[in-house]
C-alpha cells in the first residue's frame, strides 16, 4: 500500500512532462520516435536530391542518345524543384532544411560513375547501364517518398503529404520515361552492338 502511493507521484509527474511535450510538439508535430524517425529519412532525401542535382549533369553529358540526354537534363530541373520543395516542407514542419548523408545514394551514384568508366563512349551499351542507373535512384526515390508520404498523414502532416505525393508522382513518371526509352530504342541498339 505504502509502496503504490510512493508510486503515484513519481508516475503523476512522468504523465505532467509527457503532457508538457506534447503541448510543445503541438507546435512542430509530436516529440516521438516516430517523429524523429520522420525528420532524419527527410535529412537523407534532402541530401539525395542535392547529390543527384551533381550527378544528373554527368550522366546526361555520358548518354549517347540525344533522348536520354534529354530526359536526364529535364529531370535534372524537376529535382531541382524536389530540392525546393524538400525544404518547404522542413520550412512547414519549422525546421531549417539539413542534410545527412545518403548511402543508400551514394552507392547508387558511384554505381553509375562506374558504368560511365566501363563502357566505351558513344555506344548504346553505356546508355542501358546510364538508364539502369537512373531507374535504381528513382525506385530508391519512390520507395522514399512513398513511405513518407504515408508516414506524415499518420504523423498528421497533411500538406507535407501533399508535396511528397507530388514529387512521388514525378518520380514515377521519371521511371516510366526512362523505361520506355529502354523499350523503344535503346535497348534494341545495344544489342546490335553485339
Ligand atoms: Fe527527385
Known amino acids: 500500500m505504502a509502496t503504490k502511493q510512493a508510486n503515484r507521484p513519481a508516475a503523476k509527474s512522468d504523465n505532467g512532462s509527457a503532457k508538457k511535450s506534447v503541448s510543445k510538439g503541438q507546435k512542430q508535430g509530436n516529440d516521438s520516435r516516430l517523429e524523429e524517425f520522420f525528420h532524419d529519412e527527410l535529412k537523407d532525401i534532402y541530401w539525395a536530391e542535392k547529390h543527384l542535382v551533381k550527378t544528373l549533369p554527368k550522366l546526361a553529358k555520358a548518354a549517347s542518345s540525344e533522348e536520354l540526354k534529354d530526359a536526364f537534363t529535364e529531370h535534372l530541373e524537376v529535382t531541382k524543384e524536389h530540392v525546393v520543395?524538400?525544404?518547404?516542407?522542413?520550412?512547414?514542419?519549422?525546421?531549417?532544411?539539413?542534410?545527412?548523408?545518403?548511402?543508400?545514394?551514394?552507392?547508387?551514384?558511384?554505381?553509375?560513375?562506374?558504368?560511365?568508366?566501363?563502357?566505351?563512349?558513344?555506344?548504346?551499351?553505356?546508355?542501358?547501364?546510364?538508364?539502369?542507373?537512373?531507374?535504381?535512384?528513382?525506385?530508391?526515390?519512390i520507395a522514399t517518398y512513398g513511405g513518407l508520404a504515408q508516414l506524415a498523414k499518420t504523423l498528421g502532416y497533411e500538406e507535407v503529404a501533399g508535396l511528397l505525393e507530388q514529387t512521388l508522382a514525378e518520380e514515377k513518371q521519371a521511371d516510366e520515361s526512362l523505361t520506355e526509352l529502354a523499350e523503344n530504342t535503346i535497348n534494341e541498339q545495344a544489342g546490335e552492338e553485339g
Open 85 to 141: 520543395r524538400l525544404e518547404k516542407v522542413f520550412g512547414i514542419l519549422g525546421e531549417q532544411p539539413q542534410a545527412k548523408k545518403c548511402e543508400a545514394m551514394d552507392g547508387i551514384t558511384k554505381e553509375g560513375e562506374s558504368i560511365i568508366e566501363d563502357t566505351e563512349d558513344g555506344t548504346s551499351t553505356r546508355d542501358v547501364g546510364l538508364i539502369l542507373a537512373g531507374q535504381k535512384a528513382e525506385h530508391y526515390e
